[in-house]
């Protein structure tokens, strides 16, 4: 890739998703005379005919814009949107199999610095966001049945996203009769920490607009890492369509680009040293706070953990990769070592909240005597392992739509004693209510507790219609 693409990022994932047989989606990342091209398609029209679909796209686009120079980036992806349909068009008429088979196209052509614009355009319901300052804002407009009604102001934009025909679109790739693609009036001059997400209808029919900035806005985790998390979300949600994602993301802005600001090649070795050091200071300064916090945690752990409220957690209190804010520590009722298996509920202080199915995990030095057996929305049930616990408490972490819990659990033996050989297997679930903290819901104004098994109400996802103007094919 071009050095005059230093300032932006990419990061990308696809997959099949849980339903499909064939992953219909396609995506390039090239540099062209018009700039840096970064497109995805999203196939339809059966599992031979999707695939043939955006791969045809693809290839389209790519031939058209590498060997033509065109002045203007708008006229650029009018004209290579408009190659990719008569691609498709002709393919069908010499492959008559292939008859009915379409694709969307989203598209984004980045120019090479000082310049660093953004122009886009679009076919279908495939999407182009971007996200800034924690804030997503949808450029492309969804060229689909739902959205139509939206327009006319027959349904709300929230009404859509549950509409039984939301998977229908008015206009794609392949149609001798396709409307001409829409096209950016004006190109974006990113700033720094900008970040333009491209996706096919896999993605934004599982995963919510706050969750998909919220996943991009984590810049503890790599660009790729983010792409792969938002599928693997889509994933968890049912994936019931294939999934993409490219995420460009601008390391500067344009301001910022420009060769007086370029550092001097004889002086990027001195950064560089200074980099290095910075680094190495930082690394021997974890390393000692970390021995240190090993010293006093198990000594702070046992003591009486009766606070509640904010508090930030960075990574050092698990062995994992997250980076842990806004977490609330809550200290529970105890639960009874005897029961083989102990369920804990109502762990959130907010009834419209839902545990992530990926996230609950016991403190490292419990594993060896218990493990999380299952995670259903607002309940976490601990399976004890047969290794006898001899500890007063086990503490537990998990992930919610909206914050972290870190929950303490006091532990005790049963009435008759520690949990015999003879009884491992225990009784019926132990049930552990676990409260908000005081200063969030006054005791005046505390909602009554889940009933034990309760589940949360959730809307399906409807299954994808199977029909040539059915996006989801």
């Not at 120079?69 to 498709?88: L, Q």
């Not at 537990?396 to 659990?409: D, G, L, P, V």
């Amino acid at each position: 890739m071009d050095s005059n693409y230093e300032f932006c990022l990419i990061g990308s994932c696809t997959d099949v998703g849980k339903v499909r047989k064939v992953n219909e989606d396609s995506t390039a990342v090239f540099d062209a005379p018009n700039g840096r091209i970064v497109v995805v398609c999203d196939g339809m029209g059966g599992h031979a005919g999707g695939k043939e679909a955006s791969e045809t796209a693809i290839l389209a686009i790519k031939d058209f814009l590498l060997n033509n120079v065109i002045t203007d980036p708008r006229e650029a992806i009018y004209h290579a949107i408009m190659a990719a349909n008569n691609a498709i068009v002709n393919r069908t008429q010499t492959q008559p199999a292939l008859a009915g088979m379409g694709s969307t196209c989203v598209m984004l052509i980045i120019t090479p610095s000082p310049d660093g614009k953004v122009y886009y355009g679009h076919v279908g319901d495939s999407r182009i966001y971007v996200i800034a300052n924690r804030r997503i804002k949808q450029l492309t407009k969804d060229h689909s049945f739902v959205q139509m009604l939206v327009d006319k102001g027959q349904i709300t934009p929230e009404q859509a996203e549950h509409h039984p025909r939301k998977n229908e679109i008015t206009n794609a790739l392949g149609l001798q009769t396709m409307q001409p693609p829409t096209v950016c009036s004006e190109p974006i001059e990113p700033e720094a920490g900008n970040c333009f997400l491209l996706c096919s209808d896999g993605l934004t029919g599982m995963v919510t607009d706050t969750h998909i900035e919220r996943v991009i806005s984590n810049r503890s985790l790599k660009i790729r890492e983010r792409a792969e998390k938002l599928v693997r979300l889509a994933n968890e949600a049912g994936g019931v369509d294939n999934i993409t994602v490219q995420l460009v993301e601008f390391a500067l802005g344009t301001s910022d680009i420009s060769e007086s600001d370029k550092p001097k090649p004889e002086k990027r070795w001195k950064k560089l040293i200074c980099i290095l050091a910075v680094i190495l200071v930082a690394g021997v300064l974890a390393w000692f706070g970390t021995k240190w916090w090993m010293a006093h945690r198990d000594k702070g752990e046992e003591s009486d953990n009766t606070e509640t409220g904010f508090s930030e957690i960075t990574d050092s209190n698990m062995t994992n990769s997250f980076i842990l804010k806004d977490t609330l520590n809550i200290t529970a009722n105890p639960i009874f070592f005897e029961k083989k298996q102990s369920q804990i509920a109502e762990i959130l202080s907010d009834s419209k909240d839902s545990i992530y199915s990926s996230t609950a995990k016991v403190i490292d030095k419990y594993k060896d005597y218990l493990d999380i057996r299952k995670i259903d929305g607002n309940y976490i049930t601990i399976n004890w392992k047969d290794k006898d616990f001899t500890g007063t408490q086990i503490v537990i972490m998990c992930e919610t739509e909206k914050r972290w819990y870190r929950a303490t659990i006091p532990v005790k033996p049963s009435v008759s004693g520690a949990r015999s050989a003879g009884n491992k297997n225990g009784g019926d679930n132990n049930i552990l209510k676990i409260k908000p903290p005081e200063e969030e819901k006054p005791e005046a104004e505390k909602p009554e507790a889940k009933k034990p098994g309760a589940e949360k109400p959730g809307a399906e996802k409807p299954e994808a219609e199977e029909s040539v103007g059915d996006s989801t094919q």
